[in-house]
């Protein structure tokens, strides 16, 4: 079936340093995806989001990538900070007529003092 | 803006028992909420989607009756779990979406079923 992963479970970064986070997705009809950053005991926090025709949008500290030839969508995260410490979620939404996101695996990120 | 709410933040309950969800959008009106239930170290997985004045509409394998949802104004939406059972226990997560595609999320309920 269609699926969103996630190439690594989790990633440690030194705080100050940039942070990049990948998802790859396999639905070719999607043509919206999101961000997203959940931490522990919270709810998922919309963090930034792109469609189809970008394929690089810009946000505080923020940038997402959407590469669709190869089907791969990054986020990149600028002067990671320990508040960045978080799990984040991808997820894609197929152009079906419907509102209903696929959710990607996750990816921890764990930043280093 | 765009704010959504659960009560309780957790729950812990016998079981056997039923328990009510609320999710509130605090400052826009959802025309569609979503209910998600989260393990813990896992995804989100999606239950079921509600429009306001309509039946559910529930994914496969998710007993409708198991899990009552009532979307019963453009601010409010609610999961009961009925008879729970302590493989119900999970995180449950509500989320609203207006005009636009985005969703966005409660703070999540605890529910733990003794």
């Known amino acids: 079936g269609e699926s969103v992963g996630l190439h690594l479970p989790t990633l440690s970064v030194q705080e100050g340093d940039n942070s990049i986070i990948n998802c790859a997705y396999s639905?070719?009809?999607?043509?919206?995806f999101i961000w997203y950053k959940q931490e522990s005991g919270k709810g998922p926090q919309f963090i930034i989001d792109?469609?189809?025709?970008?394929d690089k949008r810009q946000g505080q500290r923020v940038t997402v990538l959407l590469n669709k030839t190869v089907k791969h969508l990054s986020l990149q995260i600028a002067a990671t900070q320990p508040g960045d410490s978080a799990v984040y979620f991808c997820?894609?939404?197929?152009?079906?007529?419907?509102?209903?996101?696929?959710f990607g695996t996750g990816t921890r990120l764990k930043v280093l003092a | 803006g765009a704010v959504v709410s659960q009560h309780p933040s957790w729950v812990i309950c016998k079981s056997g028992t039923s328990v009510k969800i609320e999710c509130r959008s605090l400052?826009?009106?959802?025309?569609?909420m979503f209910w998600y239930r989260q393990f813990p170290k896992q995804s989100l997985m999606l239950m079921a989607t509600?429009?306001?004045?309509?039946?559910?509409?529930?994914e496969q394998g998710v007993e409708k009756d198991k899990f009552l949802i009532n979307h019963a104004s453009l601010t409010l939406s609610t999961l009961t779990v009925t008879s729970a059972h302590p493989e119900d226990s999970s995180f449950y997560i509500c989320?609203?979406?207006?005009?636009?595609?985005?969703?966005?999320f409660g703070p999540g309920t605890r529910l733990t079923v003794l």
């Open positions: 997820a894609e939404n197929p152009s079906s007529g419907t509102y209903k996101y696929i």
């Open positions: 509600s429009n306001e004045g309509s039946k559910a509409t529930y």
């Open positions: 639905n070719s009809a999607s043509d919206y």
């Open positions: 792109i469609r189809s025709n970008m």
């Open positions: 989320s609203a979406s207006r005009t636009g595609r985005a969703q966005y």
């Open positions: 400052d826009f009106q959802a025309t569609t």
